[in-house]
């Protein structure tokens, strides 16, 4: 069984920084796709950062470039978003989510819709204060 599971959320000062973790249980890191995506109140799910094992470019939405980076460690089946220069506009539930055989090979078109992904974990909390 997979399971995803989110941390290191919590409540900063704009400006500030967080670094989210999501541990992949279950998951093997073959033909995959896993990323962050991001929802706040009022607003449709949406993605923020993901990477897919037959595309090599990073997926960022345009409103965290340069701001949030994505990172994996395979051997710990651990993914990473490193936020930084967070705004109040960030503020909204992450969550992880992951797939195997995605359905497209560029990150860009899997970032498109929530609904190509299989596993998704439980969400954690981030608030940035003005």
């Known amino acids: 069984e997979v399971q995803l599971v989110e941390s290191g959320g919590g409540l900063v000062q704009a400006g500030g920084s967080l670094r989210l973790s999501c541990a992949a249980s279950g998951f093997t890191f073959d033909d995959y796709a896993i990323g962050w995506f991001r929802q706040a109140p009022g607003k449709e799910r949406e993605a923020v950062s993901l990477?897919?094992?037959?595309?090599?470019?990073?997926y960022y939405a345009r409103s965290v470039k340069g701001r949030f980076t994505f990172s994996s460690d395979n051997a710990r089946n651990t993914v990473y978003l490193q936020m930084n220069s967070l705004k109040p506009e960030d503020t909204a539930i992450y969550y992880c989510?992951?797939?195997?055989?995605?359905?497209?090979?560029?990150?860009?078109?899997?970032?498109?819709?929530?609904?190509?992904?299989?596993?998704w974990g439980q969400g954690t909390q981030v608030t940035v204060s003005s």
């Open positions: 989510a992951a797939d195997h055989h995605p359905l497209f090979d560029k990150v860009d078109y899997l970032a498109a819709s929530t609904t190509l992904w299989t596993y």
């Open positions: 990477i897919s094992s037959r595309d090599d470019t990073t």
